[in-house]
């Protein structure tokens, strides 16, 4: 299996630009999470999906965060209009029922300027 | 609620020596409980996890964890650190249910001195 596959690796844009990030989840997963990185805030949980319904929301910082997910294999998370304290690492993970753990993409560098 | 402390966001130790990353969790129901590792620009990896059982579990690259129900406690221990141990490593704490959310801890940065 291919893992976690995010895109872009990274992604640099202008302030107030919209961002979005994409996710695949290794097939057969059913919960997804979207995790943001940054030194000052370690690692914050911003939205999961449980068979592609939103179950928490709660760490999505504001209304210009948005997150979808249409079907099992994809995800986005889209930033409009982005900001300079945007600037992070976005994760994507995805676990299956029955594990526990959850596995990783390589991550998102996202930089607004 | 769920939440896990790290102590330490730094730690270093000398090459040969014993490595010792402390975390505490708190959560309302027991938990399953997991370290990870992330090398510099990349993401998470699985070090180990506790879910039921025994209590002490072994991980790759020679880590290990003790879960202490009485303590709150799932530290991190690995007998002789190695220059290739040097990474953040994360705690995280999921409550009992593949189908809820995971909470990571603030981190701690391992350096190895040679």
């Known amino acids: 299996d291919a893992g976690v596959i995010q895109s872009p690796r990274h992604e640099v844009t202008e302030m107030g630009q919209e961002v979005t990030l994409r996710c695949k989840p290794i097939?057969?997963?059913?919960?997804l999470f979207w995790y943001r990185q940054t030194m000052m805030r370690g690692l914050e949980l911003l939205i999961y999906f449980n068979n592609n319904v939103p179950i928490d929301d709660s760490g999505m910082p504001e209304d210009r965060f948005s997150a979808k997910m249409p079907n099992a294999s994809f995800s986005t998370l889209k930033i409009q209009p982005s900001e300079p304290r945007d600037s992070a690492v976005y994760f994507c993970a995805s676990s299956q029922t029955g594990n526990t753990e959850a596995f990783f993409g390589q991550g998102t560098r996202l930089t607004v300027v | 609620a769920q939440s896990v402390t790290q102590l330490g966001s730094h730690v270093s130790v000398s090459e040969g020596a014993l490595v010792l990353l402390r975390c505490n969790y708190s959560s309302s129901v027991p938990p399953y409980l997991f370290w990870y590792v992330q090398y510099p620009n990349q993401g998470l990896q699985l070090l180990l996890k506790?879910?039921?059982?025994?209590?002490l579990v072994k991980g790759i690259n020679g880590f290990e964890a003790e879960f202490k129900k009485s303590e709150t406690s799932f530290h991190l221990t690995k007998p002789s650190a190695h220059m290739s141990d040097a990474a953040e490593y994360f705690c995280?704490?999921?409550?009992?249910?593949?189908?809820?959310?995971?909470?990571f801890g603030s981190g701690t940065r391992l350096s190895i001195r040679p």
């Open positions: 097939s057969g997963h059913n919960s």
């Open positions: 506790y879910t039921t059982g025994a209590t």
């Open positions: 995280a704490v999921r409550e009992y249910s593949s189908a809820s959310k995971i909470i």
